[in-house]
């Protein structure tokens, strides 16, 4: 039996294993990068979700193209998107490091929030397999507690910006790098699983028209 009950893996294998080795390089960078200059952090946060954004959009297409539900990875890839042009580029010149330091931690934590919520209930609700679901749910609640954290302690004050960011950055970091092995470690899952169902087509295919002979 598959252990996957609701066509997640309707994603090419591919998808989970680029997406976790943009996120295991990203955070390796921000957990031991050590730099307080917050330039420099967000431009790496900026650049890491909109990676995460452009092959969940293209898995959207290998998806539309095989007639499978595209609608939640699209709006996964559109939410990345947005984060990244959101760290990048929208910054008005009145702002100060405090009002931006903290509009991008609460930006961060939001998602890390919303993602682990459906790592958790992905996990649930996809996986007859008890070692996938174990993994998923556990990367999800590991996730909510760093995005509690991040959003918790301490304050932008400008003569620390740097210092608290970079805190902050810290967690995010650790949330990447736990989300980042669990894609990889389930995208190898992947690939063998969809290489069995195929080979498992084969062969109903071959005994059904040996049954019309």
Same mark, same amino acid.
């Given at each position: 039996m598959s252990s996957t009950k609701r066509k997640f893996i309707e994603s090419h294998w591919l998808t989970? $294993?680029?997406k976790g080795a943009? &996120? #295991?390089v990203a955070g390796l960078c921000l957990m031991f990068s050590r730099n307080d200059d917050t330039h420099f952090l967000t431009q790496i946060l900026g650049w890491t979700m909109f990676g995460l954004a452009f092959i969940e959009i293209a898995n959207v297409i290998y998806r539309k193209v095989r007639s499978h539900n595209w609608g939640f990875p699209l709006f996964l890839g559109l939410l990345e998107l947005s984060i990244s042009v959101a760290l990048l580029f929208t910054v008005d010149p009145n702002a100060t490091d405090e009002s931006l330091i903290a509009m991008r931690v609460a930006i961060l934590? $939001?998602?890390v929030v919303f993602? &682990? #919520?459906v790592t958790i209930v992905m996990g649930f609700v996809s996986f007859n397999n008890m070692t996938d679901r174990f993994m998923w749910v556990v990367n999800g609640m590991v996730g909510t507690v760093?995005?509690?954290?991040m959003l918790g302690g301490g304050s932008a004050a400008n003569d620390t910006a740097g210092v608290y960011f970079g805190?902050?950055?810290?967690l995010f970091g650790?949330?990447?790098?736990v989300n980042?092995?669990?894609?990889?470690?389930?995208?190898v899952h992947s690939r063998d699983e969809m290489a069995e169902l195929h080979a498992g087509r084969k062969t109903t295919k071959k005994l059904a028209k040996k049954g019309k002979k």
């Amino acid at each position: 039996m598959s252990s996957t009950k609701r066509k997640f893996i309707e994603s090419h294998w591919l998808t989970f $294993a680029m997406k976790g080795a943009i &996120s #295991v390089v990203a955070g390796l960078c921000l957990m031991f990068s050590r730099n307080d200059d917050t330039h420099f952090l967000t431009q790496i946060l900026g650049w890491t979700m909109f990676g995460l954004a452009f092959i969940e959009i293209a898995n959207v297409i290998y998806r539309k193209v095989r007639s499978h539900n595209w609608g939640f990875p699209l709006f996964l890839g559109l939410l990345e998107l947005s984060i990244s042009v959101a760290l990048l580029f929208t910054v008005d010149p009145n702002a100060t490091d405090e009002s931006l330091i903290a509009m991008r931690v609460a930006i961060l934590s $939001a998602y890390v929030v919303f993602a &682990s #919520v459906v790592t958790i209930v992905m996990g649930f609700v996809s996986f007859n397999n008890m070692t996938d679901r174990f993994m998923w749910v556990v990367n999800g609640m590991v996730g909510t507690v760093l995005a509690l954290l991040m959003l918790g302690g301490g304050s932008a004050a400008n003569d620390t910006a740097g210092v608290y960011f970079g805190a902050k950055v810290l967690l995010f970091g650790t949330y990447l790098m736990v989300n980042g092995i669990t894609d990889l470690f389930f995208g190898v899952h992947s690939r063998d699983e969809m290489a069995e169902l195929h080979a498992g087509r084969k062969t109903t295919k071959k005994l059904a028209k040996k049954g019309k002979k």
